[in-house]
């Protein structure tokens, strides 16, 4: 039987990973999968979770099957940490806890399809490479919006405008929440308000992924999409992970958030949300959610978290100024002040593939096709040899 199977191509950025570790050269920088790295380029696990982890494994007492939707006092707590105190005690509002925000992606393209599967999710032009293959083979239709022009570095707002006024009211809109990828080009909050007072006029459904929260300005900050959406439409659906701000990335934390007009529609939605779960997956892992339910609801553990969040902000906002620097030197006819104005792990550097693979062969420079940086691979011992190389290639 499994003759009759082709051979599917690699994920472009999980292979990167792969084709990373297996390069020899000591020299080699990984700019490619969307990892936070620090200055010795380790991805550390947290220390807040470390110890939440310790407490954890002092305390369990059992690893009996939770139900569908996971640990309730994660659901609340990470309802919190994105809706604020806008969505509490609200039961207009429902929670899931996910594996990973892709888990949560996942179900909710189950429940959009269960809902109407003649809808239309539309997806920022670019945006995360696996946005489309993810919601594309839960079976729903997609189409792309404008969101970035790689030639001038901007967003291309007006014309995202001219889609959100002409899409077919009823149709789902796909933001995402802070630190765009792959393009770190975000809406400023007078660009959100705008996009959500069509979105309420029209009559579509907005659905957010926010997978950076806390890696752009701040937790709240991060949050103002999420929370000004809230606040104007009837309908949303929020997809958020714990991969980065946490760290949990192997752990698969996320969740997922529908909000409906009444309280009887979200039961009935919840009901489906949790019935898709139990046909896929069962139910969620929970580890990871535990050590941020436990990190969330503990004054210590949670300042020692900010503390690291913090740090970690500061980095990826020192490299970005460090990288530009180097390139202006290196390249001084280019402009790349587009990676200082971004937000995040991410942005574009601007070369085509053919350059993205003589980075790759000629100087063991990773990073995606498209021409993604992640900036946490800029290091300051690095950062010399990588303006160097670009300069070379370009
Ligand atoms: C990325 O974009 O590199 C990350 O979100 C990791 C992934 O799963 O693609």
Redesign the pocket.
Known sequence: MFESLERMPP?A??KLIAEYGNDPRDNKVDL????YRDAAGNTPVFRAIKNAEQRLLDMQTSKSYLGSRGATDFCDAIQALVFGDNARHNDRVMTLQTPGG?GALRVAAGVILRANSDTTIWVSDPT???HVPLLGSAGVKLESYPYYDSAQNELRFDAMLDVLNKVPSGDIWLLHGCCH??TGMDLSTGQWDEIIHVIAERGLLPFIDL?YQGFSDSLDEDAYGVRAMFDRVPEMIVAASC?KNFGLYRERTGSLTFVSSNADTTAIVSSQALNIVRTMYSLPPDHGGAAVTMILNDADLRNEWLAELNDMRKRMKEMRTIIVAGLGKKVPERDFSHIERANGM?SYLGVSPDQVAQLKQEYGIYL?DSGRI?VCGITSDNVEYLCASIAAVL
């Open positions: 994920d950025i999980l490619g999968v969307g990892v892709s995360w490479n696996n990828n792959p997978a991969s991410f995606v992640n």
